[in-house]
Nanobody, 123 residues
Framework: QVHLVESGGGLVQAGGSLRLSCAHS????????MGWFRQAPGKEREFVAAISWILDNTVYADSVKGRFTISRDNPKNTLYLQMNALKIGDKAVYYC????????????????WGQGTQVTVSS
């Protein structure tokens, strides 16, 4: 019932910026937490950032603190990830996810996932 669609990925040089968006929809959207994860080939899915849908609580992975900012626009049902000072290591498919439980950083705690959007960082 809940659908998530990411957009905004692309190719950017190291040090550049991208903003990812995640549009979510559902009849009675009961999401408590929205988050971003990423996965590179051969690697496990990695937590990036999460935000409470009602409150303003946020949490970030250490690897992106100070560079990425998660935000939301509730009336537009949209989640964002502003990525600045991108590094080669940030290259991955980025997924947005929705959870009906409290803010967390564990992938298994999320109930719905988008299809992902590719972020490529070049030198």
């Amino acid at each position: 019932q809940v659908h998530l669609v990411e957009s905004g990925g692309g190719l950017v040089q190291a040090g550049g910026s991208l903003r990812l968006s995640c549009a979510h929809s559902g009849r009675r959207f009961s999401t408590t937490t929205m988050g971003w994860f990423r996965q590179a080939p051969g690697k496990e899915r990695e937590f990036v950032a999460a935000i409470s849908w009602i409150l303003d609580n946020t949490v970030y992975a250490d690897s992106v603190k100070g560079r990425f900012t998660i935000s939301r626009d509730n009336p537009k049902n949209t989640l964002y990830l502003q990525m600045n000072a991108l590094k080669i290591g940030d290259k991955a498919v980025y997924y947005c996810a929705a959870s009906r439980v409290a803010l967390n950083i564990v992938a298994t705690g999320y109930n719905y996932w988008g299809q992902g959007t590719q972020v490529t960082v070049s030198s």
